[in-house]
């Protein structure tokens, strides 16, 4: 059974401070990794992807992966209070496999 | 492009009654993606299909849930009968493959069976 691992949170961290969200996975052989955004009442939208250890940077978003540590991690630099929402990370498995698995996600709260 | 289109966005019904949540995948997509969301479970897949044939249906709650795709720019999820714990919000995704791996999702089906 795959499965994807987060802290439900809530987070809540002030305006303009660094937001940290963790995901775990069990499965290793997954090969993709993805950042999901979903406010409250929407759809979950894409805002990172990540497919080989180490970081990637997309303005104020950077996602980190470590497959050997079956970790990854999403950071907010600058936290908005639009950045408010439920963040949930999902995972592939092998090569060709198009099946997202998503953890729970994480709610976080950016105080103004 | 209007992106995945799911209809109805809500939908209340009563226990026993049959309920038909309908989806239009982006063109030219050759996944789709049912999902459903609740509190307790999070986002759960229950089938995907891949140029209209049903790869993984293994999610699939029980029997009185059902699929079908019957050409590229059309899926239906159904739920005959209906009890008051299907209620939850149902999700549309599709993804295609060539230099783009991100799944687009609709704007969901709320459902409440009472």
């Known amino acids: 059974q795959k499965e994807v691992e987060q802290n439900s949170g809530p987070l809540s961290v002030p305006e303009g401070a660094i937001a940290s969200l963790n995901c775990t996975y069990s499965?290793?052989?997954?090969?993709?990794f993805f950042w999901y955004r979903q406010y409250s009442g929407k759809s979950p939208e894409l805002i990172m992807s990540?497919?080989?250890?180490g970081d990637k940077e997309d303005g104020r978003f950077t996602a980190q992966l470590n497959k050997a540590s079956q970790y990854v991690s999403l950071l907010i630099r600058d936290s908005q209070p639009s950045d408010s929402a439920t963040y949930l990370c999902?995972?592939?498995?092998?090569?060709?496999?198009?099946?997202?698995?998503f953890g729970k996600g994480t709610k976080l709260s950016v105080i103004p | 492009d209007a992106g995945v289109i799911q209809s109805p966005r809500h939908e209340v019904t009563e226990m026993g009654q049959e309920v038909t949540l309908r989806c239009k995948p982006i063109s030219g997509h050759d996944y789709l993606f049912w999902y459903r969301q609740t509190m307790m479970r999070g986002l759960e897949l229950l089938i995907y299909f891949n140029n209209n044939v049903p790869i993984d249906d293994s999610g699939m709650p029980e029997d009185r849930f059902s699929a079908k795709m019957p050409n590229a720019s059309f899926s239906t999820l159904k739920i005959q009968p209906s009890e008051p714990r299907d209620s939850a919000v149902y999700f549309c995704?599709?993804?295609?493959?060539?230099?783009?791996?991100?799944?687009?999702f609709g704007q969901g089906t709320r459902l409440t069976v009472v």
């Open positions: 499965d290793r052989v997954s090969q993709s």
């Open positions: 995704a599709s993804r295609g493959i060539q230099g783009v791996t991100e799944a687009f």
């Open positions: 999902a995972v592939t498995g092998r090569a060709g496999s198009y099946q997202l698995t």
């Open positions: 990540i497919y080989s250890n």
